[in-house]
Protein backbone atom coordinates (compact mmCIF):
# COMPACT_ATOMS: atom_id res chain seq x y z
CA UNK A 1 0.00 0.00 0.00
CA UNK A 2 1.57 3.89 -0.82
CA UNK A 3 1.50 6.09 1.66
CA UNK A 4 0.88 9.42 0.21
CA UNK A 5 0.98 13.19 2.72
CA UNK A 6 1.01 15.44 0.34
CA UNK A 7 -1.45 16.97 -2.79
CA UNK A 8 1.37 16.64 -5.38
CA UNK A 9 1.82 12.59 -4.49
CA UNK A 10 -1.50 11.72 -4.22
CA UNK A 11 -2.87 13.51 -7.47
CA UNK A 12 0.50 12.15 -8.82
CA UNK A 13 -1.04 8.65 -7.94
CA UNK A 14 -4.52 8.91 -9.14
CA UNK A 15 -3.78 10.22 -12.03
CA UNK A 16 -2.00 7.25 -12.66
CA UNK A 17 -4.43 4.75 -11.89
CA UNK A 18 -6.52 6.50 -14.28
CA UNK A 19 -4.81 6.88 -17.44
CA UNK A 20 -5.08 3.05 -17.03
CA UNK A 21 -8.45 2.89 -16.98
CA UNK A 22 -9.00 1.93 -13.46
CA UNK A 23 -11.92 3.19 -11.34
CA UNK A 24 -11.04 5.36 -7.64
CA UNK A 25 -12.95 4.70 -4.96
CA UNK A 26 -12.58 6.91 -2.05
CA UNK A 27 -13.25 6.07 1.86
CA UNK A 28 -12.49 9.19 3.64
CA UNK A 29 -11.67 9.02 7.80
CA UNK A 30 -10.59 10.19 10.69
CA UNK A 31 -8.59 7.48 11.65
CA UNK A 32 -8.67 4.98 14.86
CA UNK A 33 -9.92 2.85 12.34
CA UNK A 34 -12.36 -0.09 13.07
CA UNK A 35 -14.24 -2.89 11.44
CA UNK A 36 -16.66 -0.07 10.39
CA UNK A 37 -14.20 1.56 8.12
CA UNK A 38 -12.87 -1.36 6.88
CA UNK A 39 -15.90 -2.54 5.63
CA UNK A 40 -16.15 0.77 3.49
CA UNK A 41 -12.63 -0.39 2.39
CA UNK A 42 -14.10 -4.07 1.36
CA UNK A 43 -16.83 -2.42 -0.89
CA UNK A 44 -14.72 -0.67 -2.22
CA UNK A 45 -12.57 -3.61 -3.47
CA UNK A 46 -15.95 -5.81 -4.32
CA UNK A 47 -16.64 -3.07 -6.68
CA UNK A 48 -13.31 -3.72 -8.67
CA UNK A 49 -12.03 -0.06 -7.62
CA UNK A 50 -8.46 1.18 -6.64
CA UNK A 51 -8.93 1.69 -3.01
CA UNK A 52 -7.75 5.25 -1.91
CA UNK A 53 -8.28 5.89 2.23
CA UNK A 54 -7.70 9.70 3.76
CA UNK A 55 -6.94 9.92 7.20
CA UNK A 56 -7.44 13.39 8.22
CA UNK A 57 -8.72 15.21 11.87
CA UNK A 58 -10.48 17.75 10.21
CA UNK A 59 -10.26 20.87 12.55
CA UNK A 60 -13.28 22.52 10.51
CA UNK A 61 -15.62 20.39 11.74
CA UNK A 62 -15.23 20.56 15.31
CA UNK A 63 -16.97 22.73 17.18
CA UNK A 64 -15.62 21.65 20.70
CA UNK A 65 -11.56 22.11 21.08
CA UNK A 66 -11.91 19.19 24.12
CA UNK A 67 -13.56 16.35 21.62
CA UNK A 68 -11.11 17.77 18.74
CA UNK A 69 -7.79 17.24 20.98
CA UNK A 70 -8.72 14.50 22.54
CA UNK A 71 -9.98 12.38 19.33
CA UNK A 72 -8.00 9.46 19.12
CA UNK A 73 -4.57 9.12 16.98
CA UNK A 74 -3.59 5.81 16.12
CA UNK A 75 -1.49 5.88 12.44
CA UNK A 76 0.55 3.46 12.46
CA UNK A 77 -2.10 0.93 13.83
CA UNK A 78 -4.42 2.34 10.59
CA UNK A 79 -1.68 1.91 8.40
CA UNK A 80 -1.25 -1.70 8.94
CA UNK A 81 -5.33 -2.18 9.51
CA UNK A 82 -5.60 -0.70 5.37
CA UNK A 83 -2.74 -2.71 4.76
CA UNK A 84 -4.49 -5.69 5.67
CA UNK A 85 -8.00 -4.92 4.13
CA UNK A 86 -6.44 -4.46 0.56
CA UNK A 87 -6.52 -0.51 0.44
CA UNK A 88 -4.16 0.14 -2.09
CA UNK A 89 -3.25 4.21 -0.84
CA UNK A 90 -3.83 6.19 2.10
CA UNK A 91 -3.54 9.50 1.90
CA UNK A 92 -2.95 10.94 5.55
CA UNK A 93 -1.94 14.93 4.39
CA UNK A 94 -0.83 18.39 6.91
CA UNK A 95 -4.24 20.94 7.93
CA UNK A 96 -1.60 22.95 4.96
CA UNK A 97 -1.86 20.62 2.73
CA UNK A 98 -5.97 20.28 3.02
CA UNK A 99 -6.24 24.05 3.61
CA UNK A 100 -3.35 26.15 2.03
CA UNK A 101 -5.93 29.13 2.05
CA UNK A 102 -8.41 30.38 4.81
CA UNK A 103 -11.56 29.87 3.47
CA UNK A 104 -14.91 31.22 4.41
CA UNK A 105 -17.39 29.33 2.27
CA UNK A 106 -20.58 28.77 3.91
CA UNK A 107 -22.71 25.96 2.14
CA UNK A 108 -26.48 26.06 2.25
CA UNK A 109 -27.79 22.34 3.35
CA UNK A 110 -30.78 23.72 4.44
CA UNK A 111 -33.12 21.89 6.01
CA UNK A 112 -30.79 18.90 6.47
CA UNK A 113 -28.48 21.04 8.61
CA UNK A 114 -31.27 22.36 11.10
CA UNK A 115 -31.71 19.68 12.81
CA UNK A 116 -30.41 16.92 15.48
CA UNK A 117 -26.35 17.57 14.99
CA UNK A 118 -27.08 20.35 13.09
CA UNK A 119 -28.57 21.83 16.59
CA UNK A 120 -25.38 20.45 18.89
CA UNK A 121 -22.78 20.88 16.85
CA UNK A 122 -23.38 24.15 15.04
CA UNK A 123 -20.71 24.41 12.16
CA UNK A 124 -20.04 20.73 11.98
CA UNK A 125 -21.33 19.83 9.07
CA UNK A 126 -20.09 23.13 7.18
CA UNK A 127 -16.89 21.91 8.16
CA UNK A 128 -17.93 18.74 6.88
CA UNK A 129 -18.35 20.21 3.17
CA UNK A 130 -15.08 22.65 2.95
CA UNK A 131 -13.41 18.96 3.96
CA UNK A 132 -15.03 16.64 1.69
CA UNK A 133 -15.26 19.14 -1.06
CA UNK A 134 -11.77 19.71 -1.04
CA UNK A 135 -10.86 15.70 -0.37
CA UNK A 136 -13.14 14.96 -3.53
CA UNK A 137 -11.01 17.92 -5.59
CA UNK A 138 -8.25 16.27 -4.68
CA UNK A 139 -8.84 12.61 -5.78
CA UNK A 140 -11.49 12.51 -7.84
CA UNK A 141 -13.21 9.76 -6.85
CA UNK A 142 -15.61 7.69 -9.05
CA UNK A 143 -17.21 6.09 -6.54
CA UNK A 144 -17.27 7.17 -2.36
CA UNK A 145 -18.02 5.20 0.39
CA UNK A 146 -20.11 6.64 3.65
CA UNK A 147 -21.50 4.96 7.06
CA UNK A 148 -25.05 5.30 7.18
CA UNK A 149 -23.80 5.13 11.03
CA UNK A 150 -23.39 8.71 10.65
CA UNK A 151 -27.01 8.65 8.61
CA UNK A 152 -27.06 12.98 8.74
CA UNK A 153 -23.70 13.54 7.21
CA UNK A 154 -24.74 10.89 4.56
CA UNK A 155 -27.71 12.95 3.56
CA UNK A 156 -25.33 16.26 3.88
CA UNK A 157 -22.89 14.36 1.40
CA UNK A 158 -25.59 13.38 -0.82
CA UNK A 159 -26.57 17.08 -1.29
CA UNK A 160 -23.04 18.50 -1.63
CA UNK A 161 -22.32 16.29 -4.71
CA UNK A 162 -25.56 17.27 -5.96
CA UNK A 163 -25.88 20.69 -5.93
CA UNK A 164 -22.38 21.22 -6.96
CA UNK A 165 -23.34 19.09 -9.64
CA UNK A 166 -19.69 16.49 -9.04
CA UNK A 167 -19.41 13.14 -11.01
CA UNK A 168 -19.48 10.95 -8.42
CA UNK A 169 -21.31 7.80 -6.99
CA UNK A 170 -22.09 8.05 -2.89
CA UNK A 171 -22.29 4.79 -2.03
CA UNK A 172 -24.32 4.13 1.63
CA UNK A 173 -22.93 1.20 3.83
CA UNK A 174 -24.59 -0.45 6.34
CA UNK A 175 -23.44 0.21 9.87
CA UNK A 176 -20.97 -2.43 11.72
CA UNK A 177 -21.68 -2.99 15.10
CA UNK A 178 -19.89 -4.78 17.90
CA UNK A 179 -20.89 -8.08 19.94
CA UNK A 180 -23.16 -5.86 21.60
CA UNK A 181 -25.06 -4.54 19.07
CA UNK A 182 -22.96 -0.72 20.06
CA UNK A 183 -22.46 0.69 16.81
CA UNK A 184 -18.73 1.07 16.19
CA UNK A 185 -17.30 4.02 16.73
CA UNK A 186 -13.43 5.47 16.91
CA UNK A 187 -14.65 7.63 20.33
CA UNK A 188 -15.80 4.01 21.96
CA UNK A 189 -12.19 3.44 22.65
CA UNK A 190 -12.74 6.96 25.24
CA UNK A 191 -15.48 4.35 27.06
CA UNK A 192 -14.54 2.63 30.23
CA UNK A 193 -15.10 -0.72 29.75
CA UNK A 194 -18.79 -0.81 31.92
CA UNK A 195 -20.14 2.07 30.05
CA UNK A 196 -19.41 0.17 27.01
CA UNK A 197 -21.33 -2.91 28.37
CA UNK A 198 -24.03 -0.27 29.21
CA UNK A 199 -23.81 1.53 25.57
CA UNK A 200 -25.47 -1.11 24.27
CA UNK A 201 -28.68 -0.25 25.46
CA UNK A 202 -28.94 2.74 22.87
CA UNK A 203 -29.00 0.11 20.03
CA UNK A 204 -31.21 -1.97 22.19
CA UNK A 205 -33.48 1.04 22.26
CA UNK A 206 -33.24 1.43 18.36
CA UNK A 207 -34.21 -2.25 18.20
CA UNK A 208 -37.28 -1.27 20.38
CA UNK A 209 -38.65 1.51 18.68
CA UNK A 210 -38.82 -0.57 15.17
CA UNK A 211 -40.22 -3.49 16.98
CA UNK A 212 -43.13 -1.21 17.93
CA UNK A 213 -43.72 1.28 14.62
CA UNK A 214 -46.80 1.98 13.81
CA UNK A 215 -48.31 -0.43 16.89
CA UNK A 216 -48.15 3.20 19.26
CA UNK A 217 -48.08 6.63 18.07
CA UNK A 218 -45.29 8.29 16.99
CA UNK A 219 -45.29 10.65 20.32
CA UNK A 220 -46.02 7.75 22.56
CA UNK A 221 -43.27 5.88 21.09
CA UNK A 222 -41.04 8.55 21.32
CA UNK A 223 -42.09 9.58 24.83
CA UNK A 224 -41.03 5.72 26.07
CA UNK A 225 -38.21 5.10 24.56
CA UNK A 226 -36.51 8.80 25.67
CA UNK A 227 -38.10 7.38 29.56
CA UNK A 228 -36.14 4.70 28.90
CA UNK A 229 -32.77 6.29 27.74
CA UNK A 230 -33.44 8.60 30.76
CA UNK A 231 -33.80 5.83 32.93
CA UNK A 232 -29.47 5.51 33.05
CA UNK A 233 -28.22 7.44 35.03
CA UNK A 234 -25.29 7.04 32.96
CA UNK A 235 -27.03 8.45 29.80
CA UNK A 236 -27.38 12.04 28.93
CA UNK A 237 -29.89 12.46 26.33
CA UNK A 238 -28.61 14.82 23.60
CA UNK A 239 -31.71 14.11 21.36
CA UNK A 240 -34.26 11.06 19.86
CA UNK A 241 -36.13 11.61 16.77
CA UNK A 242 -38.21 9.92 14.79
CA UNK A 243 -37.85 11.37 10.96
CA UNK A 244 -38.49 11.79 7.52
CA UNK A 245 -35.18 9.57 6.31
CA UNK A 246 -34.66 12.10 3.04
CA UNK A 247 -35.49 15.62 4.87
CA UNK A 248 -34.40 14.55 8.42
CA UNK A 249 -37.40 16.24 9.77
CA UNK A 250 -39.38 14.88 12.27
CA UNK A 251 -42.58 13.55 11.82
CA UNK A 252 -45.60 13.70 13.93
CA UNK A 253 -47.85 10.45 12.72
CA UNK A 254 -46.80 7.65 10.66
CA UNK A 255 -48.25 8.20 6.97
CA UNK A 256 -46.16 11.73 7.18
CA UNK A 257 -43.21 10.03 5.04
CA UNK A 258 -42.47 6.50 3.14
CA UNK A 259 -38.99 6.47 5.01
CA UNK A 260 -39.15 6.79 8.08
CA UNK A 261 -35.38 6.72 10.45
CA UNK A 262 -34.83 7.06 14.26
CA UNK A 263 -31.80 8.74 15.34
CA UNK A 264 -30.39 9.38 19.09
CA UNK A 265 -27.67 10.81 20.21
CA UNK A 266 -26.50 10.30 23.59
CA UNK A 267 -23.40 11.70 25.58
CA UNK A 268 -21.92 8.48 28.22
CA UNK A 269 -18.87 9.49 30.17
CA UNK A 270 -18.47 12.80 27.96
CA UNK A 271 -18.67 10.85 24.97
CA UNK A 272 -21.05 11.56 22.31
CA UNK A 273 -22.60 8.20 20.43
CA UNK A 274 -24.53 8.37 17.82
CA UNK A 275 -26.99 5.80 16.18
CA UNK A 276 -30.29 5.40 13.78
CA UNK A 277 -32.29 2.81 12.48
CA UNK A 278 -34.52 2.38 9.23
CA UNK A 279 -38.03 2.01 10.92
CA UNK A 280 -39.96 2.00 7.28
CA UNK A 281 -38.55 2.22 3.86
P1 LIG B 1 -15.01 8.81 10.79
O1 LIG B 1 -13.60 8.29 10.81
O2 LIG B 1 -15.73 8.65 12.07
O3 LIG B 1 -15.10 10.20 10.20
O4 LIG B 1 -15.80 7.88 9.78
C1 LIG B 1 -15.35 7.68 8.45
C2 LIG B 1 -16.41 6.90 7.70
O5 LIG B 1 -16.63 5.65 8.34
C3 LIG B 1 -17.77 7.61 7.66
O6 LIG B 1 -18.37 7.41 6.38
C4 LIG B 1 -18.54 6.90 8.74
O7 LIG B 1 -19.95 6.93 8.55
C5 LIG B 1 -18.01 5.48 8.57
N1 LIG B 1 -18.24 4.70 9.78
C6 LIG B 1 -17.90 5.03 11.05
N2 LIG B 1 -18.34 4.09 11.92
C7 LIG B 1 -18.98 3.15 11.17
C8 LIG B 1 -19.66 1.94 11.47
N3 LIG B 1 -19.77 1.49 12.73
N4 LIG B 1 -20.20 1.23 10.46
C9 LIG B 1 -20.10 1.67 9.16
N5 LIG B 1 -19.46 2.80 8.82
C10 LIG B 1 -18.92 3.55 9.79
Not at 229 to 250: C, M, R, T, V
Amino acid sequence: MKVFKTVQEIEGFVNRQKTQQYIIGFVPTMGALHKGHTSLIQEAKNRGCVAICSIYVNPKQFNNKADLDSYPITIEDDIQILEKNGCDAVFIPSNDEIYPKETRKVFDFSPLDQVMEGIGRPGHFNGVGLVVERLFDIIKPNYTFFGKKDFQQLAIVKHLVKSLNLDVNVVACPTIREVSGLAMSSRNTRLSPNAREQAAEIYKALKYTKQNTLKKTVKELKEEVERMILSNPLFKLEYFEIADGNLLQPIHNWEDANFIVAFIAVEVEGVRLLDNITLIG
